[in-house]
């Protein structure tokens, strides 16, 4: 079997972000030869067209990471029925300079976790919309809707629920499923 990484954004910059928990939680659980590697954005400026002609190295760093890896989730909470700020601003360093965007032809996957019922379907309707716009191929299901519960996640990303548990494995595996089929067709197409 192929070793794969997969890059993970958490689009929350909370010092008690029930989001970095869950990935924490996917880390945990990720498949055999399938390793996932934070691509961090706290440290973003606030993106600005200023900055095309001469990228900050931290912007460089944050698309470089995008480069390096086979595919990204997005693992993110819902602010205002959207993505955060934070998230947004560090999609649109992903999108530029013009002409540059990392997402292109990257596979992708979204998923979040609040305390609503509807577990962040809503920013992620939003983020999808913006990945799409991007040419990123998006895995459509399992859609990962996750409503928190206090204790569901541990601090170190264990997760407590079984069923839970049971369901991320399955949202890693057909995610790592379709970053695979996109491998593929790189090599058929080089
Ligand atoms: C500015 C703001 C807006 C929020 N808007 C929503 C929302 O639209 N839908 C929702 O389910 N939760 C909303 N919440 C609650 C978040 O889901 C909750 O704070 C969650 O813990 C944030 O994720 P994090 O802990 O990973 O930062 C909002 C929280 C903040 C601070």
């Known amino acids: 079997m192929t070793a794969r990484t997969i890059g993970y954004i958490v689009g929350s910059i909370s010092s008690t972000s029930i989001n970095r928990r869950l990935a924490r939680a996917l880390e945990r659980l990720a498949p055999e030869d399938v390793t996932l590697v934070e691509i961090p954005i706290r440290d973003l400026p606030h993106y600005s067209p200023d900055h095309d002609a001469d990228f900050p190295q931290v912007a460089r760093d944050f698309k470089q990471g995008i480069a390096d890896v086979d595919g990204v989730v997005i693992v993110t909470p819902e602010y205002s029925r959207s993505i955060p700020g934070v998230l947004k601003n ?16 990257k596979p992708t996957a979204v998923i979040g976790t609040s305390g609503g019922a509807i577990g962040t379907a809503l920013a992620q309707q939003h983020l999808k919309a913006v990945l799409s716009h991007f040419n990123a191929p998006t895995l459509g299901q399992p859609e990962g809707f996750i409503q ?5 996640f541990t601090e170190e990303g264990e997760v407590t629920d079984e069923t839970t548990a049971a369901f991320l494995r399955g949202y890693l595996d057909a995610f790592t499923a379709l970053v695979d089929r996109y491998a593929e067709k790189a090599k058929v197409t080089v």
């Open 148 to 152: 928190s519960t206090p204790g569901l």
């Open 90 to 105: 560090a999609l649109d360093w992903s999108s530029r300079p013009y002409g540059q965007n990392s997402f292109n032809g």
